[in-house]
């Protein structure tokens, strides 16, 4: 074989040699993508699951958003974000980690981070995938999903004072200056006996509607004097003026709402803050989301007005004498408060009392009444008690229900037993 052509086998081999170490070069690093993207794709799926789970733990508690963080996990203090406060929870899935942490984020709702992390050794080499999620969850409150009949009945009210009972509906992408009037559902009343449905006032809401109630107060009990006929009798019994049936729904639906014909208005959820989209609980109710049923919740107002402290206020933190605190740490009307207001235990808080279910007497049956079912961790709302004092929030007490629009109209009256 001649110089020349033992130069060009040489070369050739060479050129060939090098070609093969790049294509083999070219498979490592297609490999090492290929396990960096397999790697991401699990961690993304570990991260979502995360996410998942903890969202649907958070939605369970419906709208008491501290119970939800309080059983969220442990409280920690190197959150991620630069938090300072969080609640976190760990652990193992599809082969790699997690971490949840959830907080509160500023509004009526809870922000939850999530992380997974996925890692195999390929050959000697580590391949790690990570992936973030950093999303708040509203709580919705209030708000009607899917559409259907609303269905309102009275619960263990309390009242001293008559109240009538008033719907606001915010529409969905309907200007503020065209949404409607509030609109009464119930005629003023005081202490309506379990089952009280809103006889007279029958409705269906859309899709995407925001509710919000109020009650209109009457110390005196006294319907408004250009509807003398709107009253429910001190004694409990009858309306005063025998409106029943198609005459009281003619008289609901004739009567519009004029904050003067009311000594004071109390509204379940604060204006202002409806209107930035942020439906938050105001002082004067609390409301509470069924844990098994994101479209039913209990409103219980309380019906006076002549006392409210600022977070600013020596005894803010009194349950005795704040709302807020009430509704914060729970009954304690024999506790112990220092020279500043200060409870020694800054109230026994709901979770020392027993939820309350309401069973009705006779299924379908809701003007038959109701047997009050008490447990201790049951699925329940918080039980209430009319203690005398300010605050109780036992006053008018209402479940408010989305049902199918197709549903039948429940009885107005209680059938004789068979």
Known sequence: MGKATLFLVTAFSLAGARLLYTSQEADVKSAANQGAYEADVIAREIARSAYNAATADVRRHGTDIDLALREFGPSVSDCAGGKKACFRRTGEMLGGTYLVEASR????????????????????????????????????????????????????????????????????????????????????????????????????????????????????????????????????????GGLKGEALASALAAYDYRESDWDWTHWALDGSALRDGDPQEAPWAMVETDRNNNQRWRIAFEDIHEWNLSEGHSEYHNPNKSLWATKHYGYDWSGTFDSNGFHDRQGDGWTDVENVQLVPKRVGYPACGYTVQTTRGADGFHDLRDTGKPADFSDQVIFVEIVDPDAPDLPKDCPPEA
């Open 105 to 240: 984020d500023g509004g009526n709702g809870v922000e939850v981070y999530a992380r997974g992390l996925f890692s195999y050794d390929a050959g000697g080499r580590e391949v790690e995938g990570e992936h973030e999620i950093n999303e708040s969850q509203s709580v919705g409150v209030l708000k009607v999903s899917d559409g259907g009949k609303l269905r309102i009945q009275f619960v263990e009210s309390e009242a001293g004072h008559c109240s009538a009972i008033f719907l606001q509906r915010t529409l969905p992408d309907v200007a503020p200056e065209n949404q409607p009037l509030p609109e009464m559902v119930y005629n003023p009343g005081a202490r309506r006996p379990d089952g009280t449905i809103n006889v007279g006032y029958e409705t269906t809401l859309a899709a995407g509607t925001q509710m919000n109630f109020a009650i209109g107060v009457s110390p005196s009990c006294q319907a408004p004097h250009r509807f003398p006929n709107l009253v429910w009798d001190k004694k409990f019994k009858t309306n005063k």
